[in-house]
T-cell receptor, first 111, second 112 residues
Framework: DAGVTQSPTHLIKTRGQQVTLRCSPK?????VSWYQQALGQGPQFIFQ???????QRGNFPDRFSGHQFPNYSSELNVNALLLGDSALYLC??????????FGQGTRLTVV | AQSVTQLGSHVSVSEGALVLLRCNYS??????LFWYVQYPNQGLQLLLK??????LVKGINGFEAEFKKSETSFHLTKPSAHMSDAAEYFC??????????FGKGNQVVVIP
């Protein structure tokens, strides 16, 4: 079992650009959540996908959007990048209340 | 809304000494509580979880936590610190859909 995998591991983008991050959940997990972790902070919930629909959303602007595919994998898209979007983006997959399992994250740097 | 509070961002402990990290939660419903560990430049690894079964929860790497409803606490302990325990530790509370709310974390430094 490969666990939760994320790609790419690192990314550098320019202000105003758009970015897409990808996540493959742990085998058998049907729910994918995305978190943003700024340097020195705890992760903040962005949104969660279940059955290809956005089920919950945190306090993030509409520039942050996502998608879940039939195989449960997911994408996070961020438009009109700001310097403040620089962070570690974490994907977590889960199934019932067993807890969420996290990927290694994608380090996004906006310059 | 559910939330957790972790006090003291940096915790220094001598090798072989007790590790104690404090976490207090706020939840309007019976909570699901978790401790995660994060090593540098890595994702989060689940240490242990409380899901309304036993109040004393044992996790990986010798860590355990006790759920105390009367104190709304879920403190993490390890009897004897090892150099490999140096990392950042996060307490989290979740709703029934596994939406996690994290504390600010404790950076643990182990002194030889």
């Amino acid at each position: 079992d490969a666990g939760v995998t994320q790609s790419p591991t690192h990314l550098i983008k320019t202000r105003g650009q758009q970015v897409t991050l990808r996540c493959s959940p742990k085998s058998g997990h049907d729910t994918v959540s995305w978190y943003q972790q700024a340097l020195g902070q705890g992760p903040q919930f962005i949104f969660q996908y279940y059955e290809e629909e956005e089920r919950q959303r945190g306090n993030f602007p509409d520039r942050f959007s996502g998608h879940q595919f039939p195989n449960y994998s997911s994408e996070l898209n961020v438009n009109a990048l700001l310097l403040g979007d620089s962070a570690l983006y974490l994907c977590a997959s889960s199934l019932d209340q067993a807890g969420a399992f996290f990927g290694q994250g994608t380090r996004l740097t906006v310059v | 809304a559910q939330s957790v509070t972790q006090l003291g961002s940096h915790v220094s402990v001598s090798e072989g000494a007790l590790v104690l990290l404090r976490c207090n939660y706020s939840s309007s419903v019976p909570p699901y509580l978790f401790w995660y560990v994060q090593y540098p430049n890595q994702g989060l690894q689940l240490l242990l979880k409380y899901t309304s079964a036993a109040t004393l929860v044992k996790g990986i790497n010798g860590f355990e936590a006790e759920f105390k409803k009367s104190e709304t606490s879920f403190h993490l302990t390890k009897p004897s610190a090892h150099m490999s325990d140096a990392a950042e530790y996060f307490c989290a509370v979740s709703d029934r859909n596994n939406r996690l709310a994290f504390g600010k974390g404790n950076q643990v430094v182990v002194i030889p």
